[in-house]
């Protein structure tokens, strides 16, 4: 079966940091890009970042100033972001997902993780 | 940044009817579109490609139509299980890739 398990999130203070984790299976995770997505309590969706098969290409969305860095370990079948500097409005549920098709450079999201909830607040 | 405007942001539907969901792009993203299915409490399911390629295993009462600007998510005959929150997604001109805001379709 393909799937996409997150993991990571939690409570963390104003300015804390965290470092979620995707673990990928039932597909030859080396072989696609990768994206996290977040979602506000009550909001829609937002696209986090991008990093392709090989790690060659990294995206961030400008909002993020330069605070999250995406990674993997195909090794490990793994997708990671790391988050620092947190701020009450990163509070949100993150998701990784998977470009639908393999080596492309750009494509619909096909799979997605069920989600790991990051709250930050003092 | 390509914006995506969805509307109604709401729409209200009896059960076996048809459901029209609309999805505006701020500038032609040819057909690299996506419609994606959020029921509460789970992750979006890919519902739409490519504009109107139906994903694996999307029932044949979903269907997707449009290029450029604007484009359409119909659903022919509303089952029970079709209320839920529906998002458009561009991938033309990226980074970033952009949502629309979302359509709830709710039980009338």
């Known amino acids: 079966e393909v799937q996409l398990v997150e993991s990571g999130g939690g409570l963390v203070k104003p300015g804390g940091s965290l470092r979620l984790s995707c673990a990928a299976s039932?597909?030859?995770?080396?072989?696609?890009?990768m994206n996290w997505v977040r979602q506000a309590p009550g909001k829609g969706l937002e696209w986090v970042s991008y990093?392709?098969?090989?790690?060659?290409?990294?995206y961030y969305a400008d909002s993020l100033k330069g605070r999250f860095t995406i990674s993997r370990d195909n090794a490990k079948n793994s997708l990671y972001l790391q988050m620092d500097s947190l701020r009450a409005d990163d509070t949100a549920v993150y998701y990784c997902?998977?470009?639908?098709?393999?080596?492309?450079?750009?494509?619909?999201?096909?799979?997605w993780g069920q989600g790991t909830m990051v709250t930050v607040s003092s | 940044e390509i914006v995506m405007t969805q509307s109604p942001a709401t729409l209200s539907v009896s059960p076996g009817e048809r459901a029209t969901l609309s999805c505006r792009a701020s500038?032609?993203?040819?057909?690299?579109l996506a419609w994606y299915q959020q029921k509460p409490g789970q992750a979006p399911r890919l519902l739409i490609y490519a504009a109107s390629t139906r994903a694996t295993a999307i029932p044949a009462r979903f269907s997707g139509s449009g290029s450029g600007t604007e484009f359409t998510l119909t659903i022919s005959s509303l089952q029970s299980e079709d209320f839920a929150v529906y998002y458009c997604?561009?991938?033309?001109?990226?980074?970033?890739?952009?949502f629309g805001g979302g359509t709830k379709v709710e039980i009338k």
């Open positions: 997604q561009q991938y033309n001109n990226w980074p970033p890739l952009t």
């Open positions: 997902a998977r470009d639908r098709v393999p080596v492309a450079a750009n494509d619909a999201l096909d799979i």
């Open positions: 039932g597909f030859i995770f080396s072989t696609y890009s």
């Open positions: 500038q032609s993203v040819s057909s690299d």
């Open positions: 990093i392709s098969s090989s790690s060659s290409f990294i």
